[in-house]
């Protein structure tokens, strides 16, 4: 199995959208609904941010929000504030295995 | 609140086997609900799932690792365990411990991670 894809980094003002993609193939990201986000700060263990291509757990802010298209998944986060500056990862079940993506390191300007 | 911490040598010889075990508290490994897994995390870079296991001890593997890899469990210590044999420099990672939701395949809860070193 191979990583998801994931761009390497992403960038946006403080208040302003931005979107990260994370795209899979017909055996993982586009055969199941099962995708998962996870939020890391340096030196920190993840953080589950969405499940289900589109659940928040309880305590997750609703600026971030989830979606799927065909193969790819993607994580919004509106009203980027400082703290949202972290690595995201996106995973993805794939049949009686689990894959991660590369990762994404977002800058707030 | 649940909390899984990861014990374990910080250091291992190359060809040499590693192994991690995780202590559960504030929860029983014995629920149907989740699969208890490793999950590990190069220096600088991304994660990569190990594999999972079942408190019935069912297991699922990466396809990658899966030749070197074993996870067991031990319901009665609410521990479950992780062998990496035939350890090279490319297996130098965090090491995670981690609980899975069975339902949504998504992990809640991890341990703070645990550095392993392969060098002589």
């Known amino acids: 199995q191979s990583a998801l894809t994931q761009p390497a980094s992403v960038s946006g003002s403080p208040g302003q959208s931005i979107t990260i993609s994370c795209t899979g193939t017909?055996?993982?990201?586009?055969?199941?609904?099962?995708v998962s986000w996870y939020q890391q700060h340096p030196g920190k263990a993840p953080k589950l941010m969405i499940y289900?291509?589109?659940k928040r757990p309880s305590g997750v802010s609703n600026r971030f929000s989830g979606s799927k298209s065909g193969n790819t998944a993607s994580l919004t986060i509106s009203g980027l504030q400082a703290e949202d500056e972290a690595d995201y990862y996106c995973c993805s079940y794939a049949g009686s295995s689990t894959v991660f993506g590369g990762g994404t390191k977002l800058t707030v300007l | 609140q649940l909390q899984l911490q990861e014990s374990g040598p910080g250091l291992v010889k190359p060809s040499e086997t590693l192994s991690l075990t995780c202590t559960v508290s504030?929860?029983?490994?014995?629920?149907?609900?989740?699969?208890w897994g490793w999950i590990r995390q190069p220096p600088g870079k991304g994660l990569e799932w190990i594999g999972s296991i079942y408190y019935s001890g069912s297991t699922y593997y990466n396809p990658s690792l899966k030749s070197r890899v074993t996870i067991s469990v031990d319901t009665s210590k609410n521990q479950f365990s992780l062998k990496l044999s035939s350890v090279t420099a490319a297996d130098t990672a965090v090491y995670y411990c981690?609980?899975?939701?069975?339902?949504?395949?998504?992990?809640?809860?991890w341990g703070q991670g645990t550095l392993v070193t392969v060098s002589s």
């Open positions: 289900e291509g589109s």
């Open positions: 504030g929860g029983s490994i014995s629920s149907s609900s989740y699969y």
């Open positions: 981690a609980r899975t939701m069975i339902v949504v395949i998504a992990v809640d809860y």
């Open positions: 017909s055996s993982d990201v586009g055969s199941y609904n099962l």
